[in-house]
């Protein structure tokens, strides 16, 4: 039997985790939410015009707060303690450039793009982003995700570049290359199988070496 304060506190607690739950509800059905209105694009008529993407990713971004870069940052850390160490340094730092500074770079982008983007393949990526958040949501929190995926589509289907930049140093002395205009990067084929890895979006193509 529990005391009154006892009862009082895991009561407490009840409502906590409850409210834990309920916000971690509403940052998935606002990813979700983002998913629904990218598909929407591909599901009519009209050509996919870039500015029309990057509306919906500014709306987005603008969702995710200082709170959550430190969220992304620390993941970012954590995951690469497994990295060799005389490469963990760069390893952390291109995350955070190609990741979480796109962020920023996306919600002070005012340029006017103009290029249609490819509906089939616009919507293989999709599909592929859906399968990672509901993979990933088990391992990372909500908004970590949203900044991997906003800035990926991006990256991909605005800027046409590489997720990762050019110049982006790998194990091996390798970097992402760029030759007669195509992106070349060191561990595509070698990440191409992983369950969670944007490379599935990435436009760069294997570098042979």
């Known amino acids: ?10 009561a407490k607690m009840q409502d906590i985790h409850s409210d834990f739950n309920q916000g971690v509800y509403e940052m998935s059905d606002s990813c979700m939410e983002m998913y629904d209105e ?16 990057l509306e919906i990713l500014k709306k987005y971004s603008s969702s995710i707060s200082v709170f ?5 940052s620390s993941q970012v850390i954590k995951e690469n303690r497994y990295v060799q160490e005389n490469y963990r340094k760069d390893s952390e730092k291109s995350y955070i450039e190609s990741f979480l500074l796109r962020i920023k770079d996306i919600s002070n982008d005012n340029n006017s793009y103009t290029q249609d983007i490819d509906k089939e393949s616009f919507s293989e990526a999709i599909k592929i982003l859906r399968l990672h958040y509901k993979t990933g949501i088990r391992e990372s929190k909500p908004k970590v ?9 991006y990256t991909t289907f605005i800027l046409e570049e590489p ?5 982006t140093p790998f ?3 390798l970097k992402v290359e760029e030759k007669n205009g195509a992106f070349l990067c060191p561990v595509k084929d070698a990440n191409i199988d992983t ?5 599935n979006i990435c436009l760069a193509e294997q570098l042979d070496f």
């Open 1 to 10: 039997m529990k005391t009154p304060c006892a009862a009082i506190a895991f």
């Open 68 to 72: 959550d870069m430190m969220d992304f």
């Open 145 to 153: 995700l949203l900044i991997f995926e906003i800035s990926s589509i």
């Open 163 to 167: 997720i990762h930049p050019v110049g």
């Open 171 to 173: 194990p091996g002395s």
């Open 38 to 53: 990218l598909s929407n694009l591909i599901s009519q008529d009209n050509a996919i015009k870039s500015f029309s993407v």
């Open 195 to 199: 369950p969670n890895a944007v490379c």
